[in-house]
């Protein structure tokens, strides 16, 4: 992968372990890639006011600088 990729990891996942997330983010080529860990939950990515405040919109800004 060589293209832009903005990784988003919950560190309360059960789902999707940030010991899962991380290295399939570290193994991208891109030179153009973040990493972002919020101190939430697999739901709570979306569904919280985390996700209203900080979350969302830390991902509609980096693809707005993209754009």
């Known amino acids: 992968i060589d293209m832009p990729t903005f990784t988003q990891i919950a560190v309360g996942d059960h789902l999707v372990s ?13 030179e153009d890639k ?3 860990m919020y101190p939430t939950g697999h739901v709570g990515m979306i569904a919280s ?7 969302l919109p830390e991902l ?8």
């Open 49 to 55: 006011s985390l996700s209203q405040k900080k979350v």
């Open 18 to 30: 940030p010991e899962c997330s991380m290295p399939l983010h570290y193994a991208i080529g891109s």
């Open 60 to 67: 509609g800004a980096w693809l707005a600088e993209r754009s």
């Open 34 to 36: 973040t990493l972002r």
